[in-house]
């Protein structure tokens, strides 16, 4: 496959940065217009003030309203966007731990536990201070980045599908052999056809042995060639981003011994934009990482470094070699 040389799609990406506001990464969906959501949380809402005002004066009236607020936390989608739910994690509990729970009895004596806390720190004070259906919308907009962990993948397989007219997710290696252009996802249920694959085809995959077993995002064919990829949707260094930096970056420190197996790291995000707009050695951090980058693909001639525009690039002029033949 007659690509242009890493360095080149390198390039490209440092040309165009990435956009603020990606669409693969935007999910501003309304829902205070649903009508039936905001009837159970006004519902909800009315349930726990009388809750509050009878547990201490009425033991079964208090159950019986105990069970109905249960209902409403455990079985309405979009219920963990009120107040009441924000507040658990003020207690050190979250809506998805106590839906894991084994028992409706234990997830009652939670429940129970809660709405006792609640009752006592918050129920007066929003009762003063008065409920907006606001607070949904903004508790929902705030757990977006909790949506994004597989945008990525989706991204990638979009943007693949664009170019190349919808190509088959494979999941056996009867079908990736026979078919010319495909992809599979090895940290999303294809591990088996990994570890197939990697053993016909005397891949190494040296960075999963140095990195806890992670698998790789995707394996793309085309043709003869496979490229492995590791995707990152990075905004800002610190904690575990500098994590996840560290790993796309060492992603293209390995080599396989064929010319026909490429590793590829796909970073999209703002925190890219660093490697453009910040000029070297302005960040210690910045800089090192750019020149790492450089070394490994001056280095490793068969793997690549790109963002959404380098990707997009090198995707077409994959492309354009598939159709010739």
């Not at 107040?83 to 009652?108: G, L, Y």
Request: glycine share 4%; aromatic share 12%.
């Amino acid at each position: 496959m007659a690509l242009k040389e890493n360095k080149y799609y390198w390039r490209i990406s440092l040309k165009k940065p990435e956009p603020v506001a990606d669409k693969y990464y935007v999910f501003d969906k309304i829902i205070i217009l649903d009508k039936k959501l905001i009837k159970k949380i006004e519902t909800l809402r009315q349930l726990i003030i009388g809750y509050c005002v009878v547990r201490n004066k009425n033991k079964t009236a208090a159950d019986a309203i105990l069970d109905e607020i249960y209902d409403i936390v455990t079985s309405v989608d979009k219920i963990q966007y009120t107040e009441f739910i924000a507040f658990w994690k003020a207690i050190d509990m979250s809506h998805s731990i106590f839906m894991k729970f084994p028992t409706q009895d234990v997830r009652k004596f939670v429940l129970e536990g809660i709405l006792k806390k609640y009752c006592e720190r918050r129920r007066k004070l929003y009762d003063k201070l008065g409920y907006s259906d606001i607070t949904v919308q903004a508790l929902y907009d705030s757990g977006a980045s909790r949506k994004k962990g597989s945008a990525g993948i989706k991204k990638l397989i979009n943007l693949i599908q664009k170019i190349f007219g919808n190509p088959p997710h494979v999941n056996n290696f009867s079908s990736l052999i026979n078919t010319r252009v495909g992809y599979f996802l090895p940290d999303k249920g294809d591990r088996k056809l990994f570890r197939k694959f990697c053993n016909e085809f005397k891949v190494e995959y040296k960075f999963g042995k140095d990195h806890q077993g992670k698998e790789p995002d995707m394996v793309f064919k085309a043709d003869s060639h496979f490229f492995i990829i590791e995707a990152k949707h990075i905004k800002e260094s610190g904690g575990a981003q500098d994590k996840q930096i560290v790993e796309i970056i060492e992603f293209i420190k390995y080599a396989e011994n064929a010319n026909n197996i490429h590793y590829l790291s796909f970073m999209d995000g703002v925190y890219f934009n660093n490697f453009i707009l910040i000029k070297n050695n302005a960040d210690i951090k910045i800089s090192r990482q750019k020149k790492a980058i450089e070394r490994y693909i001056d280095r490793n001639k068969n793997n690549f470094f790109v963002n959404t525009h380098g990707l997009i690039t090198l995707l077409r002029d994959i492309s354009k070699e598939v159709g010739k033949k």
